[in-house]
């Protein structure tokens, strides 16, 4: 098991950018692929994007695609995402995942993933 902290969200304007840390601890973070979701009010969770354990392949929703990007760095023990151009239908809670998978595939399902964050707000007013 692998323990999440999101950080980094909050609330900015239509336009701007923001970068997501976060930062796990518990385990080997090297073994494990990671994900991004967000959950908007009254909809249900979406898949954002996703990283192997190396950070050689990534995966992204169409609807980020050039947009959004995630990283991570082992030797912290922290994934990213960064976001730019954001809009107000961005605003959502995002949550990072963890998935035991030492290999250069990507999870894109959210019950794929076993170990969650709390999760950070993002706010874009309209």
């Known amino acids: 098991q692998v323990q999440l902290v999101e950080s980094g969200g909050g609330l900015v304007q239509a336009g701007g950018s923001l970068r997501l840390s976060c930062a796990a601890s518990g385990r080997t973070f090297s073994m494990y692929g990671m994900g991004w979701f967000r959950q908007a009010p009254r909809k249900e969770r979406e898949f954002v994007a996703a990283i192997s354990w190396s950070g050689g392949t990534s995966n992204y929703a169409d609807s980020v695609k050039g947009r959004f990007t995630i990283s991570r760095d082992n030797a912290k023990n922290t994934v990213y995402l960064q976001l730019t151009s954001l809009k107000p239908e961005h605003t959502a809670v995002y949550y990072c995942?963890?998935?035991?998978?030492?290999?250069?595939?990507?999870?894109?399902?959210?019950?794929?993933?076993?170990?969650w964050g709390q999760g950070t707000p993002v706010t874009v007013p309209s």
């Open positions: 995942a963890a998935v035991c998978g030492r290999n250069e595939r990507t999870w894109t399902l959210w019950y794929e993933y076993a170990d």
